[in-house]
């Protein structure tokens, strides 16, 4: 089966360091590390937001011979930061994950329902909370249809049902065919995901199933921390009713 | 939909300024008169007046209000900044340098310092040198901020410039007096020629800007996330600043350097009808050349030797330091 999402010797000087990996469609994958580790590098190179050396392909096609706009249609991103400087109202900001479907407004909707944002959808961008406004580029991924998601750090300023709510999206998104690659804060969260991806100084140390991989020595090694896990504590990741 | 009404009106606000500017001067003219003169009907002083006088004079003032309020929504969008503007690059000043350089200096090189094209042409050809210079101090790291810390100091060399020319031209009345006028904007005595050499290379890049609005609703919104939407940002920045430029350096050379345009009209559009840039920036390029015609108007209403960049500035400046101090 072809790799949605593949990166061979990926590397941003003094951020990213030699990464290859290979994401499968229908695949939920967590990226883990500490602050500073590469997760946001690693997900803008994925992108294509970043000028990266080594081959990044997207569905097996090289990504330098993919045109923007279809890299639009493909593949959606959400940054770290949810800042607006103009009052769009949400409902315009959401559309605007349609632009590479010429503006076709199918799923706008559906995806303000999704994140909850229908009582907003006419207020400014501007005067929402910063949980409101990631909720807001959340659905602007949603609405891009777009089979890759990467998402940075989405739910690090939600709200408990507001995150619980993005976790159960992306295991939909993932149960559809889609392939989800989330960074997290949180590393107990990553435990409910089909796939870790631990970064530490830039590097790939760990990729595999989260119980194999997110041990108490790699967790020692890696995040300088002794693991003694409250298991009370992990989020319950909600059964998709679908 | 928020702003369904505002092209329809600010059309007919600007077909009303337009014909207030070929009616209201020395000669007053009725509406009946007006166009009576423009069908070429009427007495003869009054289609000279209308006609060789008032007619360039307005088409002239409505251009240059409607590029450099155009631009200015531009730069307000592509530096996802409300007090950026046309001046900010530094196009202006490039704009002012190369005027004044001919000016100043054109005489003992046998140039005819203040013939029609020489000028406009050394303007043109000195914003393009600054804009040039900003982008290739940015076309490297390419950031917002680096553009803008560019404009800067591009400004200030250029500045520099400006005010050491003046200073040597300083004994010379006439050539001082000239680049003052020339300085401080007006639409004082402009022709058929200034028609020519502005208005139809300004209505194109309007023309080409209008359908960019899409990509710089993404844009004022960030880089990464509207490259990440599918809009290719590396083209379309370079798109929207040689229309700025091009837009900013013909506003100058045809009515001089005339400030705040840019920052107000579309700021004050953006308040009542909202930030979308598909109906922004049309609605920017008819109130701009709306506010300018008005400014215009005020100068030949008050004969008391009021400069058009000046009453732009009383208009522009107070308005700026009340965006500086709102929160944003």
Known sequence: MTAALQAAALSVPGRLEDVSLDLGPGELVAVVGPNGAGKSTLIQALAGLLPAEGQIRWNGQLLSEIPFQERGRRLAWVGQEALFDFAFPVRDVVAQGRYAWDDDPAGVVEALTAMDLVPLADRPVTQLSGGERHRVILARALATAAPLQLWDEPVAQLDVRHALEVYRLARHLAEAGGTVLVSLHDIRAAYRFDRVLVLDHGRLVGNGDPHAILTAGLIRAVFRVEATFVTSLVPELPVDPA | ?328
């Open chain 2, 1 to 328: 939909m928020k702003g369904r009404g505002a092209l329809p009106l600010l059309a007919l606000l600007l077909v009303a300024a337009f014909l207030a500017s070929l009616a209201f001067g020395e000669l007053r003219l009725s509406p009946m008169q007006v166009l009576d003169a423009l069908f070429g009907r009427g007495d003869e002083l009054t289609r000279t007046v209308i006609w060789d006088f008032r007619l360039p004079r307005t088409l002239v003032g409505l251009a240059a209000g409607a590029a450099l309020a155009a631009s200015g929504t531009v730069m307000q969008a592509f530096f996802r900044n409300p007090l950026a503007d046309p001046g900010l690059l530094g196009v202006s000043s490039g704009g002012a340098l190369g005027a004044v350089a001919v000016l100043a200096l054109g005489p003992s090189l046998g140039l005819a310092a203040a013939s029609l094209w020489t000028l406009p042409v050394a303007s043109t050809v000195g914003a393009f040198g600054a804009t040039g210079a900003v982008m290739m101090l940015a076309e490297r790291g390419a950031s917002t901020e680096r553009l803008l810390l560019s404009g800067v100091a591009l400004n200030a060399l250029l500045g520099a410039g400006t005010s050491f020319l003046l200073t040597i031209t300083a004994g010379h009345f006439e050539v001082n007096a000239q680049i003052l006028f020339w300085l401080m904007g007006g639409l004082e005595n402009r022709s058929w020629e200034h028609v020519w050499m502005g208005v139809p290379v300004i209505a194109l890049g309007c023309a080409l800007l209008l359908p960019l609005g899409r990509g710089l609703n993404l844009l004022s919104l960030g880089e990464q996330s509207a490259q990440s939407l599918g809009v290719d940002v590396h083209r379309l920045r370079r798109k929207l600043i040689v229309l700025a430029t091009v837009l900013t350096a013909l506003a100058t050379a045809t009515g001089g350097i005339i400030g705040f345009v840019g920052l107000v009209v579309p700021h004050v559009l953006r308040l009542v009808w909202g930030p979308d840039h598909r109906r922004l920036l049309p609605a920017a390029m008819l109130g701009g050349g709306t506010f300018l015609l008005a400014c215009d108007l005020v100068t030949r209403l008050f004969p008391i030797g009021l400069r058009l960049g000046v009453v732009t500035a009383v208009v522009g400046g107070p308005f700026f330091l009340w965006l500086l101090r709102r929160p944003r």
